[in-house]
């Protein structure tokens, strides 16, 4: 645009001497011709300029264009590469999970199988400490019960010779009565008793009534077998009757003792004398070292 704007203005100023200046001198038109020269000249040094800046723009247009293409291509290469990360991240963050379950799994397994193990032995020792306390009470108990049989055996030999059927007789009234004696027999010698009591028997439920007969300070039980009515049972708790050596209700450990020996058991609460393996019994029941009561019994 400046560019026809200064050949219009050049235009014009040739015509204006042209008309006017014909009859001016060589000189003027000389001068009026270096003026025009001068004028193109600083019209072209202008365009020049111009141009410069055009192209210095243009180029400044072109190296914007390229920075910004090679900014959008530097983001497009790190948004592929961002991209192409994402995916490995996420796949290595599965692969940490899982690699963790897996060892949290196998943890568990292993506790699972340390407790059970724990438990395991634990049963055993404690069945194995079990097992050594089952022995251990039966051999004491084995060991007391052969103390028992030797010491019984023992009593047994200390009172043999002392004390045997022959002893197992009570006395009232100066008449006696042993044991397996009759009913009759018995009536003969002590009376009537005061009371009769009947009980199941004590052989079976098809046998005939136990019977019980008080007397004073004494009662005689009575069991019926083959057909015949035995005292099996005579209870001395009064000091009216006594054994056939005179022990009574009353009577002291020392003269248990001294009428028949060792008994076969023997504690603070009674003495226990036995024949015939124990079938026969004679009882004497204690209290602060006297007798309180006296049984004379046979075992069915």
Not at 4 to 28: D, H, P, R
Not at 101 to 109: E, L
Not at 184 to 206: I, Q, W, Y
Not at 258 to 271: C, H, I, R, V
């Amino acid at each position: 645009m400046k560019k026809l704007i200064a050949i219009a203005v050049l235009a014009c100023m040739t015509v204006a001497f042209a008309g006017c200046g014909q009859n001016n001198s060589a000189a003027e038109e000389s001068k009026g011709t270096v003026s025009i020269a001068e004028s193109s000249e600083e019209v072209s040094q202008e365009e020049a300029s111009e141009e410069s800046s055009k192209a210095e723009e243009s180029s400044k247009q072109e190296s914007s264009k390229e920075e910004s293409s090679a900014k959008k291509e530097t983001s497009k290469e790190s948004s592929a590469k961002e991209s192409s990360k994402k995916p490995d991240a996420k796949q290595a963050e599965k692969e940490a999970s899982e690699k963790a379950a897996q060892q949290a799994a196998q943890q568990a397994a292993q506790q699972q199988a340390a407790a059970q193990e724990a438990a395991e032995r634990a049963a055993a020792e404690q069945a194995a400490a079990e097992q050594e306390a089952a022995e251990r009470a039966a051999a004491e108990q084995q060991a007391a019960d052969e103390r028992e049989a030797a010491d019984r055996a023992a009593q047994q030999q200390n009172s043999s010779g002392s004390f045997s059927n022959s002893d197992l007789v009570m006395k009232y009234n100066d008449r006696t009565v042993a044991l397996l004696s009759g009913i009759n027999d018995a009536v003969a010698a002590f009376g009537n008793a005061s009371s009769t009591e009947k009980l199941p028997s004590c052989l079976s439920m098809d046998s005939p009534d136990d019977v019980i007969y008080t007397y004073n300070g004494f009662t005689l039980q009575t069991l019926t077998e083959n057909g015949v009515e035995k005292v099996y049972i005579m209870d001395i708790t009064g000091s009216s009757a006594t054994t056939a050596k005179g022990v009574a209700v009353g009577s002291s450990v020392a003269d248990i003792e001294k009428a028949y020996g060792k008994a076969a058991e023997s504690d603070d609460f009674l003495k226990r004398y036995t024949v015939d393996g124990g079938k026969n019994t004679l009882d004497f029941m204690l209290e602060n070292g006297r007798v309180t009561e006296i049984i004379i019994a046979y075992a069915p």
